[in-house]
């Protein structure tokens, strides 16, 4: 009895998934299989889709091309709409592709009384390769860095910082260090940057000129796009680039959302919508990653740190370990900021808050009031900046995004530290440290330390939480 009593509820147990199974139709459960699916890979495939629309934006708005530069020769507006870009600094990147180029060189000129720069190199995943500059593997005395394609199995010349990255594409973020936002100085930086050399390995001996393209002027959005146009990204990714041995589970995933190494992408419209549904919830879900998963950098404080533990780890190893692959983390990551660091607190170091100090989020149409302390223990400078809470770009519209110890013009108070304002409309007497933010948006700070100290990790220096101001000290209603 016992026995035939087990066999009746397992019978009744599976009769009840059957029952359950048949409530839904083909149709019904191919389309829950491409939104499931499609999260997945929206999340999977982030980082490279990332890497994808700043390429993209090059090749179709400027007459850049790969294996050169494309540059900004002042410092960054909001016609720039890559992810939380630093507006205190003159960008250059080298979108690299050794498919037909064969090895590729990207020299760096020494750091010296004219100039100095941050460099970091990824991979099209955006795994980081190495750093340049004087916190990278050149030490500041410049070097050679050698980009060899996948499985390059030739002897490599002596004198060079060789580099394995394992895709054929991938780009070098450059950040030419600024003294100040003067005429002069800018110009002085950009002169620097354009020291800079790009040439194939195959040209070493008599190396061509490079090509500098001026993007200053361009609206280079790279914002990720949460609708189906994302798996059009993805799909260019795949027909170009090698799959990585890790990724291998994804190659079925991806064919059954159309796309497919060798095979155009064309999806129907009942898998356009499905995409497009899947692509929605994707945002919801990094998002509220975004806004609860970063760590805090200081014991009850709104100050974060833009990585998880587990991503920097992964990041410094190259994802080499067998036994981790933290996808989620550089998912929701890559939603919000683009390049990675091989070394991160030695050239930069980054702090985001999305709040104010009360535990509010930050209202464009508000004023706050974040002040930093005396003596930041940065060997370069520090700034501040806001940005889009919606996209994580530079405000659109706004005359400028940022202060920072490079501006000379702004007011000190009595005891060493700054008052730096975020709002519609600057206090009275502040403009000079004054942010301006859009009524109509919310908005994020991060804070930069260039080249940080011991003090700044140690925390024996902390940078307070952005409080929102009143009438009387501002002058500006709420």
Same mark, same amino acid.
């Given at each position: 009895m016992k026995m035939l009593f087990i066999a009746t509820v397992a019978f009744a147990a599976i009769a009840s998934q059957i029952s359950f199974a048949q409530t839904w139709t083909p149709e019904q459960l191919? &389309?829950?299989?491409? /939104?499931?699916?499609?999260? /997945?890979?929206?999340?999977? $495939?982030? %980082? #490279?889709?990332?890497?994808?629309?700043?390429? &993209? /934006?090059?090749?179709?708005?400027?007459? !850049? @091309?790969v294996n050169q530069i494309v540059f900004w020769s002042r410092p960054l507006d909001w016609h720039n709409q890559t992810l939380t870009p630093n507006p205190d600094a003159i960008y250059l990147m080298m979108f690299f592709n050794t498919k037909d180029a064969g090895p590729v060189v990207l020299e760096i000129p020494p750091a010296g009384s004219d100039g100095s720069l941050n460099g970091n190199i990824v991979n099209f995943w955006q795994v980081a390769l190495e750093d340049a500059g004087p916190s990278g593997a050149d030490a500041g005395k410049g070097g050679k860095y050698l980009l060899l394609p996948p499985g390059y199995a030739k002897p490599?010349? @002596?004198? =060079?910082?060789?580099?394995? *990255?394992?895709?054929? $594409? $991938? =780009?070098?973020?450059?950040? %030419?260090?600024? @003294? %100040?936002? $003067?005429? #002069?100085?800018? #110009? +002085?930086?950009? #002169? =620097? !940057?354009? +020291?800079?050399?790009? =040439? *194939?390995?195959s040209y070493a001996a008599a190396p061509p000129p490079t090509v500098f393209t001026d993007a200053a002027n361009v609206v280079f959005d790279s914002t990720i796009h949460y609708d189906a146009s994302f798996f059009t990204s993805l799909d260019r990714v795949v027909q170009n680039e090698p799959w990585q041995p890790r990724d291998r589970a994804m190659i079925d995933v991806l064919r059954s959302l159309g796309i497919e190494k060798g095979k155009p992408f064309k999806p129907d419209a009942g898998t356009k919508a499905a995409l497009e549904t899947g692509a929605r919830e994707a945002q919801a879900w990094l998002e509220v990653r975004y806004d609860t998963g970063l760590p805090p950098f200081y014991p009850e404080s709104r100050w974060v740190v833009p990585a998880v533990p587990e991503l920097i780890a992964a990041t410094q190893n190259g994802f080499n370990d067998t036994d981790k692959y933290p996808v989620d983390a550089r998912g929701f990551t890559y939603t919000f900021a683009f390049v990675a660091l091989k070394r991160l607190g030695a050239g930069q170091f980054y702090l985001v808050s999305l709040r104010d100090k009360e535990g509010n989020p930050f209202d464009g149409g508000k004023t706050y009031r974040l002040t930093v302390p005396a003596n930041p223990p940065v060997q370069q400078y520090w700034s501040l900046t806001a940005y889009d809470r919606q996209t994580h770009t530079l405000i659109r519209e706004m005359p400028r995004a940022s202060r920072s110890s490079q501006i000379p013009e702004m007011q000190r108070n009595a005891d060493g530290s700054v008052d730096v304002y975020f709002g519609p409309t600057a206090p009275a007497g502040k403009e000079s440290n004054w942010v301006p933010t859009d009524p109509k948006r919310g908005f994020e700070l991060m804070f930069r330390a260039y080249a940080p100290a011991k003090a700044f990790f140690d925390k024996t220096w902390k940078l307070p939480d952005a409080e929102k101001t009143s009438n009387e000290s501002t002058g500006v209603k709420q």
């Open positions: 191919t &389309q829950r299989t491409i /939104e499931r699916r499609a999260i /997945e890979a929206m999340n999977w $495939g982030m %980082s #490279a889709v990332n890497t994808d629309l700043m390429l &993209q /934006e090059m090749l179709n708005k400027t007459s !850049g @091309k490599v010349p @002596k004198d =060079y910082i060789v580099l394995r *990255p394992s895709t054929f $594409g $991938g =780009y070098a973020l450059l950040r %030419s260090n600024l @003294k %100040s936002h $003067g005429d #002069a100085d800018v #110009a +002085k930086s950009v #002169a =620097y !940057g354009k +020291k800079v050399r790009v =040439y *194939p390995l």
